[in-house]
Structures are given as structure tokens and as C-alpha cells.
């Protein structure tokens, strides 16, 4: 059976669509329920992780119009910004992209992950201006005093991610570890969420793709296609929302053994157009093979 998004759309609209969570789906299978494309239209599906494939774009104003010309570095809370790419600052605005994996020059534990949580909860941020003549102020800022505030990202929400070990003779640090890794295979970790990750319940991306809508770190946002690296064996997605609405819980930074990481979430509706999307909504965690790699 198959039926298109618009058909779906009006079965909400109409306030007969059946919605499920990839888990309850997966629990009507193992109870032995055999559930066919027109007994749900819609399942819901979530992941939250460590996704280092995350920046922020922020813009708003730290001086008066005119007062510099051009900010040669920006630091937030001593997060390192990147200035541009339209600079705007002969206006007292800036422009910034800020990379989710970088730390502050003054504590190497606290990442852009701290920092977007820290934004998120209303805090004040400090931001230190270099500016092109090497003079420099400070300001203090909050979510509230930015017009544009975007999390970007670039590849996010892989259908199934890895485990990992150390095949060396010593211990290693690595983003997959929270310590150092122990060596000769002696430990294992794992990322990923099996079975109600988005991805995996439309590994063909059918009806995932550019302008479904989304929460990311719940707040609304857009898929715009899949992401950096994605390939057909290991698909991923790449996705934007308003840091406005965003939840702190949701989110957050995390320190491993090679430095601070950024935490996102993913909600996801997935509609149920075909049959072959709901076969891959039915597999369970069992079923999904999970690739082993050394660091």
C-alpha cells in the first residue's frame, strides 16, 4: 500500500490519522500484532547524542554604529567565534558562526556544546572583541538580545552509528570515550538508538528529505537533505532550528578523553507512504547490525 504525504496530511487535518511511536510499533510486533501499512499513517522517532557535525550562526549587536570597523576575534564565554561571512560590524553587529566541537581558550572542559546549553537556558554570555586596530572590549549578551540565533546541522542522526575499540598496545584518547580508551580490545562503546532512530525507520530516505519538519533540542525546525558523509550504507541527515526554542534539557556539551563534544536531539515524524518504509519502522533492535571500528 502506498499513500503520499498530502494524503496524510489530510488525515491529520481531519483528525483521523493513527500516530505511533517506533517503539510502540516495535512492541505491537513482538507481541505478535501483524501490522500492515493502512493501520498507522505517521511514527514518531528520536535520537540524542554526541554529534560533532554541529555549529551555531549567531548575529546581534555588542556596540554602537560605527565604534569599530572590522572584529578580527570574537570569543563567547572563550569559545572562539568565526567572524562573517557578511561582516557587519562598522554597524555594531556581529555576525558569527560558532563550530559545536571547539573549547575556550580558558577552560579546555568547556566546549560550543556548554555554551549553546548555556544560550539556551537565558544565561549571560560574556563576548570579548579583538577588533582590526588590536583594540578590544567585553560585553555581556543573552539568547533574548539576538535576533538570529540558528543551530546548523551538518551531519546528524546516522541510521545507525558504531561501536569501538582499541586495537593498540596503549591507551588512546579518543571523542568515543569518556576516559582513555583501554587497549588490546580490553573495552567497547557504542553510539547509537537502534531501533527508534528517524533514520533507521526510512533508511531510503522516501519520505524524509528536504523541508520535513522537525525538533531539534525541541524546538521546530527543517531537514534540508541528507548530510556530510552520508552514503546509501550509513545515510544521515543534515537539519537547522531557532535556538529561541529550544529545551536545555535536550541538549548540552560533554567532555571525552580528546575534549569537549556537543550533545543534540532529533524528533522526527516519519510518514508511512509505502510498504517498504513500514518494513524498516518493523525491524527491531536485534535485527540492526552495528559496524565495529578501532580509533
Known amino acids: ?4 504525504i498530502e494524503q496524510i496530511n489530510r488525515k491529520i487535518e481531519k483528525g483521523d490519522a493513527v500516530v505511533l511511536t ?7 510486533v513482538d507481541s505478535g500484532e501483524d501490522i500492515r501499512a493502512e493501520d498507522v499513517d505517521v511514527v514518531t522517532a528520536a535520537t540524542r547524542a554526541i554529534m560533532s557535525g554541529t555549529y551555531a550562526i549567531l548575529s546581534f549587536p555588542v556596540e554602537s554604529s560605527h565604534s569599530f570597523l572590522r572584529a578580527k576575534e570574537v570569543y563567547m564565554n572563550g ?23 571547539d573549547h575556550s581558550v580558558n577552560d579546555s572542559r ?33 539568547l533574548d ?3 538570529y540565533a540558528m543551530l546548523y546541522g551538518t551531519r546528524h542522526a546516522f541510521k545507525n552509528y558504531s561501536a569501538f575499540v582499541n586495537t593498540s598496545d596503549e591507551p588512546a584518547a ?13 573495552e567497547a562503546t557504542i553510539s547509537g538508538c537502534g531501533q527508534i532512530n528517524p533514520v533507521k525507520n526510512d533508511p531510503l530516505l522516501e519520505s ?12 521546530e525546525g527543517f531537514i534540508m537533505g541528507s548530510g556530510t558523509r552520508s552514503s546509501v550504507e550509513k545515510p544521515n541527515l543534515t ?32 510518514p508511512v507512504t509505502s510498504d517498504s518504509v513500514l518494513e524498516s519502522i518493523k525491524e527491531r533492535d536485534r535485527q540492526l547490525k552495528m559496524p565495529v571500528m578501532a580509533v
Open 79 to 101: 569559545v572562539p567565534a568565526h567572524v562573517g561571512p557578511c561582516p557587519n560590524e562598522r554597524l555594531g553587529i556581529l555576525d558569527l558562526m560558532l563550530f559545536g566541537t
Open 110 to 142: 568547556y566546549g560550543a556544546g556548554h555554551l549553546f546549553r548555556d544560550l539556551a537556558e537565558r544565561m549571560s554570555v560574556e563576548v570579548k572583541v579583538v577588533t582590526d586596530k588590536g583594540d578590544s572590549f567585553k560585553t555581556k549578551v543573552t
Open 22 to 28: 517506533a517503539q510502540q510499533v516495535c512492541d505491537l
Open 145 to 147: 538580545d539576538m535576533p
Open 239 to 270: 537539519a537547522f532550528a531557532d535556538m529561541h526554542g529550544m529545551n536545555p534539557e535536550y541538549m548540552g556539551g560533554f567532555f571525552t578523553s580528546a575534549g569537549p563534544e556537543c550533545i543534540v536531539s532529533w524528533a522526527v515524524p516519519v
Open 1 to 4: 500500500m502506498e499513500q503520499s
Open 174 to 186: 579518543s571523542i568515543f570515550h569518556a576516559m582513555e580508551f583501554g587497549p588490546k580490545l580490553t
Open 208 to 219: 524524509l528529505g528536504i523541508g520535513t519538519r522537525m525538533l531539534m533540542n525541541g524546538s
